[in-house]
């Protein structure tokens, strides 16, 4: 592994762990720490060296834990080589921002942790994001930065479209639409479709509950086969919780366990807490000791999981989270579009959890955008280039239901079909 170089005389842990995502995560190389030997390297700036070339580097209130400076002084972005990245230091020094902070700004969501403003599901949303008020929501800018640092150092093998991976992944919030409930439930809701006119989930109801037709969100042997023959793993988060309205609405425990037993023969199945378990700690608890398979790979319910909770995913034994990204737009909340160490801001200190960002969701094209399905595959498109050109990782969030045709979510099948064969090829140029 090819090292770089960064010389400063006492850099602090946020400082190492910028470092450590910008130079081991992002571009492969092994990161020394040595003192300056150079009376203009100061506190106030970090020379970055590999080879013969180097770059002078200020620092941020941020790489010091001065949160409260950089609150006051408010996070500025700067642009550079047509992209724009936080963190501005203006001085007499290569670079006009410190790309340390820049990382532990966008990684750790250092402003997510010092703002209040949240939806009615307690999530941060994109578009009060910096890095949507900046353009840069839809490019993985940590990722982007690293590479033009990488051009800077003359470093000879840098990301690009060879090292692109697409992960695509499938929530079940509700297993099926019919199928598992009991037979009171099943006459009940019989006659609520007649007396609603819903003619057509009456008959589909009636079919599958009489006729042997399948439920139309038992999705999971078309994605399973359409996964495998592209060559791509099937991996799901399944929701298995107590039934509590309007949110956790899926199938008893006891009917969840079946459908797990049964993908578990050819899906990598994960948990995915229910929407009453983030924050608290009770039902949290209760919901992982019950799951049935292993509980190390999490996705939580509505997106609902932040940095707040991960010291509390280590504390229980979780190794991967997917729960990053944003409800109300695509695009990347991180910064990074592939997996990374977590760290916590309020102890200074690298947690043993890795994030796994996601770019897209489907219900953010439908449901909160309102995008046909044809612009849609546009938008996913548009994602996935960017992830290319940085050689980075494409992860997609999609539910059972959407591929289903039925309902709402009439048309969609071929969105999904699409998106996979643009994700796969990516460049649509």
Request: aromatic share 10%.
């Amino acid at each position: 592994m090819s090292q770089v170089v960064i010389k400063f005389s006492s850099p602090t842990e946020r400082m190492r762990y910028g470092a450590d995502l910008v130079f081991r995560v992002c571009l492969g190389l092994e990161v020394i720490w040595e003192d300056s030997d150079d009376a203009t390297n100061s506190n106030d700036s970090y020379t970055i060296c590999l080879g013969l070339k180097s770059i002078s580097c200020p620092i941020h209130s941020i790489s010091f834990s001065q949160d409260e400076q950089a609150l006051s002084a408010r996070v500025k972005w700067v642009e550079s080589n047509g992209n724009k990245f936080p963190c501005e230091v203006l001085g007499l020094y290569d670079l006009q921002y410190d790309p340390l902070a820049a990382a532990v700004f966008s990684a750790c969501r250092w402003e997510e942790t010092h703002s209040d403003e949240r939806d009615e599901h307690g999530r941060y949303r994109a578009i009060n994001s910096s890095a949507h008020e900046h353009g840069m929501l839809s490019r993985p800018l940590v990722e982007n930065m690293a590479n033009a640092l990488a051009v800077e150092l003359g470093v000879e093998d840098i990301p690009s479209e060879k090292d692109y991976q697409f992960i695509p992944t499938i929530d079940i919030d509700i297993a099926y639409a019919f199928k598992g409930r009991s037979a009171v439930h099943s006459v009940a809701a019989s006659f609520r479709d007649l007396l609603l006119f819903r003619f057509q989930t009456f008959t589909k109801r009636f079919k599958m509950l009489f006729m042997g037709a399948t439920d139309p969100y038992d999705t999971y042997n078309w994605l399973s086969d359409l996964h495998q023959s592209n060559s791509l793993p099937s991996r799901c988060f399944v929701l298995r919780a107590e039934r509590s309205r309007p949110y956790d609405v899926g199938l008893a425990p006891s009917q969840v366990d079946v459908l797990i037993d049964s993908l578990l023969k050819n899906w990598t199945v994960g948990w995915h807490p229910s929407y009453a378990a983030t924050g608290n700690d009770n039902v949290f608890s209760a919901e992982k000791n019950e799951f049935p398979c292993d509980t190390y790979e999490v996705r939580t319910h509505f997106l609902r999981g932040n940095t707040d909770i991960w010291p509390q995913l280590v504390e229980s034994g979780v190794t991967h989270d997917y729960s990053m990204g944003y409800a109300d737009l695509p695009g990347f909340r991180a910064g990074m579009s592939r997996p990374y160490p977590a760290f916590d801001l309020s102890k200074n200190e690298p947690l043993p959890l890795i994030i796994h960002p996601i770019a897209v969701m489907d219900s953010t094209l439908k449901s909160y955008m309102n995008l046909t399905p044809e612009e849609a595959v546009e938008v996913v498109s548009d994602i996935s280039d960017a992830v290319k050109k940085v050689g980075g990782t494409m992860v997609t969030l999609w539910h059972n239901t959407s591929v289903s045709d039925y309902g709402i979510w009439k048309g969609w099948r071929d969105v999904y079909i699409d998106v996979l064969n643009r994700c796969l090829t990516c460049s649509h140029d």
